[in-house]
């Protein structure tokens, strides 16, 4: 008989929950019902928590035994764990027993991951400690993943763990759900954005003996509350967590997003206070208003967190002490404003100066957005004994991920496999591309293109292969593809270039690739099919009226399978533009999303056609040109976003060319917000605002700038850990005593290597102006070998006052460049220092006239 029992409360909230989802359930009803009475009394609690707090995504696209075996271990975990049965109820139910982490594709694994972990834990004598487990499971995370750029949708833990590789979302998806698979309570952790930098990151938090703590997933260290990020941080503006109901104690929820409810973890990690807003037109309080919170970023203003005015006309939350951007919006007017939180703790913003238009503003108007300071107070420091063990095992862990990745196909090896399957050509190299993408799934790859039933067939796979994505290679099925093959319509008279990724191809948005076609074909009659291929807006109709949406029961980034959408009969706005894109395929009509503004779209007559009613309006040409000599980037110093119902949209135009200094657009009518932002290593950015309108008697361009800047806006006032280097003969030089009296440029220098040659180069031509300097020039180098580099001995020849040191690259490089916000993986690494560890600027690999602008910092 089992141990585990729950509270009256928990039965009482989970049966509420599981009430209000039952409308949702659509055709899985009978078996979630019928599944459900099989149920022992601790099992019908919690799978009634789960389908009462899941996304309606969800409960389309997973059959009842899958969630069935998340609980059946879960309370396993519950009752044989020497912790599990201590855990709070509402900690266990969302952070142990709950299957969903992100957006990531749920597959049955957490016994699995048990299977592979437990054992590790009870050979290292871990298993009393929650967390001495947490840190060993970390390093067994490392041992199987690291972190590689990857596209935004989140693959599975499984595909993390045969791939050996993730974005950091990811590496925390699939830390998390090792961490739960033997009961530690583990979530992700993410800053949407950081406002000292262009990106974000994600990280676990782990619940021990009482409280969390936080570790860099798949990035072990010696202690908990340490990572890469502490000081990063400290800068952030919000920090999120996310769990899949309210059933939750002890934490400040900021706001629910569908089922989701978004909780702060600033606090944790960074200075804050709480940051109020009131609403008001005309004195009057104003409820109901969306005040966005938002960061700019990627040269966006990108939201981080959305509150709602009260009956009061008031909101408030936790936020980090810098500039954030307010743009409030109600009934498709809106109001925005700029806002220094160090200054204005509390703001009111006068809705009677609301407006459903905006002001133009051709010239651009120019102001300078502040991140927060960053600190190190929340910094742990290890001994040098905890340094030494953490080397040692990271060196051990990462030999074992190395021979995992040896597995894997070669480019070599890939292009021999492609070859031996009697490919030539563009679609060998098609071929042997997708197997060595696949990584650990080159299995189901190979297994595609053998199915192949003659030359031309393999051909036409290899060319599918070559549409998807890099991530779709890793995680693919093959049986998913062949399914596509044998029921795709024909290739008729469509040009390849458009049947291929827009017929037979499965891969649409972001959802997980299935088999759909079979289904969809059998849920239209023939009637419904021809009236559907003589006008796709037609399917379109029939979709908004037969599908229903509910966006409170949704997580807005996850997609319900097109089959599946048809017999729960729910989908989100999204989901339903996929289901449009998959049934027209299903009939041999090409159709997509736009990749820049997302709108659905059918191909015919040798043009794609928008179908909803707000992207009909013919587009008009616009251009943008370059007022100087930028290399515009878009996402990195310029984006463009168009006014709709009171919120700039964002349009993803980063596949757009520049040339002869200015950039072609076909936009439809409307408002827009172009906003270009030069980003300055101390974190600032210097932004311009361009508002304008395109449409008829409005201009059809735009001249652009990037606002002018001066060396001291570069410089940064960062205070870096004490750290040591070595002499010659191998002893301890501390840095502190090193960098003691003047100021400094201390160079870790990657000898032959191109972008070391580079300053290197520079260095020499500039060398009396450096000889002149007041400043102590550091060469860092591995050893003496170095000093064989003839560009080195060169430098070293030219500058004679240069002091030489020596270290092996491994913490100093990454620890030191990710304090100053450069790339650690990019040498050379160069630190500029006033007397002492104060770091007032940074830079790694190489830039042109580094070597001038360094000269220029110190004589400042």
């Not at 088999?515 to 908004?544: T, V, Y």
């Not at 361009?690 to 652009?704: D, W």
């Amino acid at each position: 008989m089992s141990n585990v029992s729950f509270s009256s409360l928990l039965c009482e909230k989970a049966e509420q929950y599981f009430q209000a989802a039952r409308p949702y359930f659509g055709g899985r009803e009978q078996e979630i019902l019928e599944n459900l009475n099989q149920c022992n009394d601790n099992q019908k609690v919690c799978m009634k928590y789960l389908y009462g707090t899941m996304p309606i995504s969800d409960i389309a696209n997973y059959d009842f035994s899958l969630f069935l075996k998340y609980v059946d271990h879960a309370l396993f975990l519950r009752e044989n764990t020497p912790w599990c049965k201590d855990i709070p109820e509402d900690i266990f139910l969302n952070h142990v027993l709950y299957y969903r982490i992100n957006n990531e594709d749920i597959v049955d694994c957490r016994r699995d991951f048990y299977n592979l972990c437990w054992p590790r834990l009870v050979n290292a004598g871990k298993t009393s400690s929650m967390k001495e487990v947490a840190l060993e499971l970390n390093y067994w995370c490392f041992e199987n993943a690291t972190y590689r750029l990857t596209d935004e949708r989140t693959a599975n833990p499984l595909t993390v763990l045969r791939c050996a590789y993730g974005r950091c979302g990811e590496e925390s998806t699939f830390a998390t759900t090792v961490f739960r698979s033997v009961g530690i309570p583990t979530r992700q952790i993410y800053t949407p954005r950081w406002p000292h930098c262009d990106d974000n990151h994600a990280w676990i938090e782990v619940w021990c003996d009482g409280d969390w703590h936080y570790l860099g997933a798949c990035e072990p260290e010696e202690v908990l509350d340490k990572g890469w990020f502490t000081a990063a941080a400290s800068r952030a503006m919000i920090i999120h967590s996310r769990m899949f109901s309210d059933y939750v104690e002890n934490e400040e929820i900021v706001t629910h997003e569908g089922l989701t409810t978004i909780c702060n973890e600033l606090k944790r990690y960074a200075d804050t206070q709480t940051f109020s807003v009131k609403v008001v037109d005309n004195g009057k309080p104003i409820e109901g208003v969306a005040v966005r919170i938002e960061l700019l970023n990627y040269s966006e203003f990108f939201p981080i967190s959305t509150l709602i005015s009260d009956a009061n006309g008031e909101a408030s939350i936790t936020l980090g002490l810098g500039d954030l951007h307010i743009h409030a919006v109600k009934d498709g007017k809106f109001v925005t404003r700029l806002v220094d939180s160090r200054k204005e703790p509390s703001v009111v913003i006068d809705f009677s100066k609301a407006s459903d238009s905006q002001t133009e503003e051709l010239n651009g108007e120019e102001y300078d957005v502040v991140p927060p300071k960053d600190n190190m107070k929340f910094a742990v420091r290890l001994t040098d004994e905890q340094k030494a063990t953490q080397q040692r095992k990271f060196d051990a862990a990462a030999d074992l991920l190395h021979k995992k990745e040896g597995n894997y196909h070669t480019e070599d090896s890939a292009a021999k496999a492609a070859a031996a399957l009697s490919l030539n050509g563009v679609c060998a190299e098609y071929a042997a591309k997708a197997l060595f993408d696949a990584k650990g799934n080159a299995s189901e790859v190979e297994k595609f293109l053998k199915a192949a039933s003659d030359d031309a067939n393999r051909e036409l796979r290899a060319k599918l292969l070559n549409v998807l994505t890099v991530k779709d290679k890793t995680d693919l099925c093959a049986d998913v593809l062949e399914s596509h093959m044998a029921e795709a319509c024909p290739q008729g008279d469509l040009p390849e270039d458009i049947y291929v990724p827009y017929v037979l191809s499965p891969r649409v948005s972001n959802e997980k690739l299935t088999a759909w076609r079979a289904a969809l074909s059998a849920s239209f009659d023939e009637a419904q099919k021809k009236a559907f291929l003589a006008d796709p807006e037609a399917l379109w109709n029939w979709i908004l009226e037969h599908v229903s949406s509910n966006d409170s029961r949704e997580y807005s980034t996850l997609i319900a399978a097109p089959d599946k959408i048809m017999k729960v009969g729910y989908g989100s706005y999204l989901s339903k533009k996929v289901l449009f894109v998959a049934v027209c395929r299903t009939l041999g009509v090409p159709a997509r999303l736009n990749p820049e503004t997302k709108a659905i779209q059918f191909y015919r007559d040798g043009a794609f056609h928008n179908v909803e009613k707000a992207n009909k309006a013919k587009t008009l040409p616009f251009t943008v040109v370059s007022g100087d000599d930028t290399k515009w980037v878009y996402f990195q110093n310029w984006s463009l976003g168009i006014l709709h119902d009171g919120i700039y949209n964002t349009l993803d135009l980063s596949e757009r060319e520049w040339a002869d200094g200015k950039v072609l657009l076909d936009l439809a009518p409307g408002a827009y917000r172009l906003i270009t932002a030069k980003r300055m290593p101390n974190g600032s950015l210097f932004t311009k605002e361009y508002r304008f309108t395109v449409g008829e008697g409005h201009a059809n361009n735009l001249t652009i700038r990037l606002r002018d800047t001066k060396i001291s806006d570069m410089l940064e006032n960062m205070d870096i850990l004490p750290f040591s280097l070595k002499d010659k003969d191998g002893s301890k030089i501390e840095a502190e005593k090193l960098t003691a009296g003047k100021a400094n440029i201390l160079f870790w220098l990657e000898e032959g290597k191109e972008p070391t040659e580079h300053i290197l180069n520079e260095l020499i031509e500039h060398h009396v102006r450096y000889n002149a300097l007041d400043a102590q020039l550091v060469f860092i180098i591995r050893s003496d070998e170095a000093k064989k580099n003839h560009t080195l001995a060169k430098a070293l020849e030219l500058l004679p006052n240069v002091t030489i040191c020596y270290d092996d690259f491994r913490e100093n490089v990454s620890s030191i460049a990710r304090r100053m916000y450069v790339d650690p993986d990019k040498l050379p690494l160069i630190v500029v220092t006033k007397p002492g560890l104060n770091g007032i600027f940074a830079t790694s690999g190489y830039n042109v006239g580094m070597g001038d602008l360094l000269i220029k910092i110190l004589s400042e």
